[in-house]
């Protein structure tokens, strides 16, 4: 669950743990007017919150695009910039 979205990076929980340091690709969905977007995201993790049944993962974005929701990229797929 996405937490926080800023121009440089995003704050989510997940029940996957991730090392500092090591490179992620996901996609967040936006409300944008109106219309669901996909956000779709490379970055690095930089810091980790292990909670009772979450991980805080903080990741500073290298890329991000917007697409809409019937032409989103397999994040895995994606280079980073």
Not at 17 to 36: E, I, N, T
Not at 37 to 45: Q, T
Not at 51 to 61: E, F, H, P, R, S
Request: charged share 25%; net charge negative.
């Amino acid at each position: 669950m996405t937490r926080n979205v800023s121009a440089n990076g995003v704050y989510f929980e997940t029940t996957v743990d991730k090392a500092p340091g090591s490179r992620v690709h996901f996609v967040v969905d936006v409300m944008v007017k109106g219309q669901l977007l996909h956000m779709v995201c490379a970055g690095e993790v930089v810091r980790v919150e292990h909670k009772v049944d979450t991980v805080g993962i903080a990741v500073k974005l290298s890329s991000s695009f917007f697409t809409d929701t019937d032409n989103t990229p397999d994040p895995s797929e994606l280079k980073d910039d």
